[in-house]
């Protein structure tokens, strides 16, 4: 399916693995000169040759910085200032109990989880509706609206993202400019693949065995019983960047794999 997303340039955060690098490569699928984003410039450049490699049509270009500091986001603004779509991705996680965590951490979450992608969305919105079209997408998490309790200082991240993108959705009245957030369920990202190698040892379980095992385990109420994969959600990322999907504004779109038991 044509998305009608070709030739248009869009800023995927924390790209180089992940959601993120699912993200790109769909959107490069579409024709999207992707700008690939990641603190090391030797692995984003890895991403940006393979995208390239596989999508001679396109130009995905380096977009190296640390997000989280100021002077490296408008040095990347005055790089790249105008885009058509920012998929504000990058985060980070941490299973911890909530008596261990003091003010740095929670100031470090809220500093790259929330300020960071705010940065990004309030230099790059007013140019989205001055040129009358735009994309914005954070991704949050199941646990956005259904914390544990095994990370509370990710969760309320996660949890402002939904407000964050619901308010400068009000901004986007009456234009063909969209602000959404997807939610995806526990996913197959490289760590927790990791992960799962770590707690099962055993040669002779095939990964698959393993991930089930898991998911019976710890995550019951999952209703696929598996993980998701990233190329999922970067499906996704890619028709809710398109122009069929105009007509969601605000929306918290969950790809969560039947996590959430509640209706909304």
């Not at 379980?205 to 598996?226: A, G, H, V, W, Y």
Request: with cysteine; glycine share 6%.
């Amino acid at each position: 399916m044509d998305m009608g997303l070709n030739n248009k340039t869009a800023l995927v955060t924390g790209s180089t693995k992940g959601i993120g690098k699912a993200i790109a490569i769909e959107l490069a699928k579409e024709g999207v000169h992707v700008l690939i984003n990641g603190r090391n410039y030797e692995e984003v450049e890895r991403v940006v040759t393979e995208i390239k490699s596989d999508f001679p049509a396109t130009s995905p270009q380096n977009a190296t910085a640390d997000l989280v500091e100021r002077g490296q986001r408008e040095a990347l603004f005055e790089k790249y200032p105008d885009i058509d779509i920012l998929v504000n991705n990058m985060g980070i996680y941490e299973i911890m109990q909530y008596e261990d965590i003091d003010d740095e951490v929670w100031e470090k979450y809220f500093r790259t989880n929330v300020l960071a992608a705010n940065g990004l969305s309030k230099f790059y919105l007013p140019k989205m509706l001055k040129n009358e079209y735009g994309r914005i997408i954070f991704i949050a998490s199941e646990e956005a609206v259904m914390p544990s309790g095994q990370m509370p200082q990710y969760c309320m991240t996660k949890s402002m993202l939904l407000s964050l993108s619901k308010s400068l959705s009000k901004l986007t009245i009456g234009t063909e400019v969209t602000v959404n957030t997807i939610m995806p369920g526990p996913t197959l990202s490289e760590n927790v693949h990791q992960i799962i190698e770590s707690i099962y040892p055993n040669g002779d379980m095939t990964f698959s065995e393993k991930e089930k095992d898991f998911m019976t385990t710890n995550l019951p109420q999952s209703e696929i019983q598996r993980f998701i994969k990233p190329v999922e959600i970067g499906r996704l990322a890619a028709f809710v960047c398109s122009p069929y999907a105009s007509a969601f504004k605000g929306s918290p779109i969950r790809m969560d794999g039947g996590m959430v038991p509640t209706i909304f």
